[in-house]
T-cell receptor
């Protein structure tokens, strides 16, 4: 079983839709959770960072962590064509801070 | 602010040739440094990470090697490239393990094609 599972998509939505991206994980020691956005042929860009359980909001983006279910989500409101990219989840824990575990990425296409 | 550089941006090499990819970080000291490979349409594969000068941990046994000659410099090398070495190589850094900041930041990447 992989440490982190992420639906690869692709996910295609119309402009203005609410997008939900998800990851599940198996290691209960993970405490720090990140979402990256990667445009084609570019390096991943850190979007959101959360610690432990709860929600964090930044503009149109909301990151949600449910440690009891080992499930994290990224919500994008009012999606724009410029949001079209691959979204990667990542996580690490207090006892594994030298290593980060990534999902395989979900490709999102927002149609005008 | 911190920045991370990688070069070259693009590289086309014949099978059996050597490889040297370089990564440097500015604006921070004693970072943890990482090399990843990303194959087309796939996730990130951790190749090496380093917590200090001369300290390299290898995650995947293969014909690649890494070195950290200076605090903020990380080099990925190979003596003889294989076709399977083609991919998108990403360097990343994070704050040292004793820090309370755990994000990881990526460079722009090097696209390597082995023919």
């Amino acid at each position: 079983q992989k440490e982190v599972e992420q639906d690869p998509g692709p996910l295609s939505v119309p402009e203005g839709a609410i997008v939900s991206l998800n990851c599940t994980y198996s290691n209960s020691a993970f405490q720090y959770f990140m979402w990256y956005r990667q445009y084609s042929r570019k390096g991943p860009e850190l979007l959101m960072y959360t610690y432990s359980s709860g929600n964090k909001e930044d503009g149109r983006f909301t990151a949600q962590v449910d440690k009891s279910s080992k499930y994290i989500s990224l919500f994008i409101r009012d999606s724009q064509p410029s949001d079209s990219a691959t979204y990667l989840c990542a996580m690490t824990g207090y006892y594994s801070f030298n290593k980060f575990y990534f999902g395989s990425g979900t490709k999102l296409n927002v149609k005008p | 602010s911190q920045t991370i550089h990688q070069w070259p941006a693009t590289l086309v090499q014949p099978v059996g040739s050597p490889l040297s990819l370089e990564c440097t970080v500015e604006g921070t000291s004693n970072p943890n440094l990482y090399w990843y490979r990303q194959a087309a349409g796939r996730g990130l594969q951790l190749l090496f990470y380093s917590v200090g000068i001369g300290q390299i941990s290898s995650e995947v046994p293969q014909n690649l090697s890494a070195s950290r000659p200076q605090d903020r410099q990380f080099i990925l090398s190979s003596k003889k490239l294989l076709l399977s070495d083609s991919g998108f190589y990403l360097c990343a850094w994070s704050h040292a393990g004793t820090s309370v900041i755990y994000e990881q930041f990526f460079g722009p990447g090097t696209r390597l094609t082995v023919l």
